[in-house]
């Protein structure tokens, strides 16, 4: 890469390989998502993936359950501001903090639109036992058929 490389303008980028690391970072099919996602599916649990539960709302969950009215996300530590491992950055303190604020707010925001729409939220952290996460769902799943039927 060129040594007279700039951001473009108006991006988040410091430098380019900061630039490259963050483009690197996945929105999905994280591993947590994957743990989880795995020990549903053993259990015979079908689900959508990064769907969204309303089709007017531009957001998606982790996991969807439709019939059910249920919505699953599994929330980074960094991205999501963990209260126990959340980490204000170094690099462009400003921006970042503020980014982590805006995730929260539309976090809280998206929990609020999706339960007045009749849907139940579950939020789990990355740092949280899978099988424990799974074992929440399922039952979660499990309550809420029993409910429609």
């Given at each position: 890469m060129p040594t007279d490389w700039s951001p473009p303008e108006g991006s988040w980028a410091s430098s380019a390989a900061r630039r490259k690391n963050m483009q690197a970072i996945r929105s999905r099919d994280t591993k947590p998502e994957l743990l989880v996602r795995r020990l549903l599916h053993a259990q015979g649990l079908r689900y959508r993936v990064a769907a969204k539960p309303l089709p007017e709302l531009r957001r998606t969950a982790d996991i969807v359950f439709r019939p059910?009215?249920?919505?699953?996300?599994?929330?980074?530590?960094?991205?999501?501001?963990?209260?126990?491992?959340y980490v204000p950055p170094k690099t462009n303190s400003g921006y970042w903090s503020e980014k982590v604020l805006r995730n929260i707010s539309r976090d809280r925001d998206t929990d609020r639109q999706?339960?007045?729409?009749?849907?139940?939220?579950?939020?789990?952290?990355?740092?949280?036992?899978a099988d424990d996460c799974a074992l929440a769902i399922a039952a979660a799943v499990s309550r809420l058929r029993d409910l429609r039927n």
């Open positions: 059910a009215k249920l919505a699953v996300f599994i929330d980074g530590c960094y991205w999501h501001g963990c209260p126990a491992h999706l339960q007045a729409a009749g849907w139940t939220v579950l939020r789990f952290w990355e740092h949280e036992s």
